[in-house]
Each structure stands twice: as C-alpha cells, then as structure tokens.
C-alpha cells in the first residue's frame, strides 16, 4: 500500500510541475512597426532593459496579435540574438505574451 501511495503522489507531482506556467526571461515593450525603407528593415521595435531591437515575428502558438494594435504594448517574452542579423539590431522571440 505504501509503494501505491508514492507512485501516485509522484505522478501528481509530475503533472503539477508540467502544468506549471514557467518564468520568461525578459520584461519589453513592443513600442511599434518598422516603417523604415531599406533592404534590411521592417519588423516591430521591442525595449528590452536599454536596448531598442526588432523582430520579424512571433511564434505562431502565441496568442498575442501584431495586426491593428495601439502600441505600445508591454510583454514579456524569451529570445536570442539573430545569428543572421542584417543591421545587428535583430532578435529571434521564442516565445512572447501580453503582460
């Protein structure tokens, strides 16, 4: 019976720990579009700390909508650094949402 009990608390700890929502590693603010005209320009501008970067996209299991919005908009997000950044200023978000 005490092997059944600890198999079962286990396993509830285990569901309780997947479920759980996990941290983002950044706080920014999506400050509006990149309206610029040049070959390496577009995207959206984010302040993350004191930095100005931009971003093309959003992962697609985001629930937060680009189109039509008032900016700014405040979000915490997890990203990198574009490994094939054109103007050095270009980040990859991994996984964003509405704060």
Same mark, same amino acid.
């Given at each position: 019976?005490?092997?059944? @009990?600890?198999?079962? +608390?286990?396993? #509830?700890?285990?569901?309780? %720990? =997947?479920?759980?929502?996990?941290? *983002?590693? @950044?706080?920014?603010? +999506?400050?509006? #579009?990149?309206?610029?005209? %040049? =070959?390496?320009?577009?995207?959206? *501008?984010?302040?993350?700390?004191?930095?100005?970067?931009?971003?093309?996209?959003?992962? =697609?299991?985001?629930?937060?909508?680009?189109?039509?919005?008032?900016?700014?908009?405040?979000?915490?997000?997890?990203?990198?650094?574009?490994?094939?950044?054109?103007?050095?200023?270009?980040?990859?978000?991994?996984?964003?949402?509405?704060?």
């Amino acid at each position: 019976m005490k092997k059944i @009990s600890s198999v079962v +608390i286990l396993f #509830i700890c285990c569901i309780c %720990c =997947s479920v759980q929502d996990h941290e *983002f590693d @950044s706080e920014g603010i +999506i400050t509006g #579009i990149d309206n610029r005209e %040049c =070959s390496c320009c577009g995207g959206y *501008f984010i302040e993350i700390g004191d930095s100005t970067h931009r971003f093309e996209t959003i992962p =697609s299991n985001s629930n937060l909508r680009l189109e039509n919005q008032d900016f700014p908009i405040l979000v915490k997000l997890d990203w990198h650094e574009d490994p094939n950044a054109c103007l050095g200023d270009e980040i990859i978000v991994e996984r964003i949402e509405r704060r």
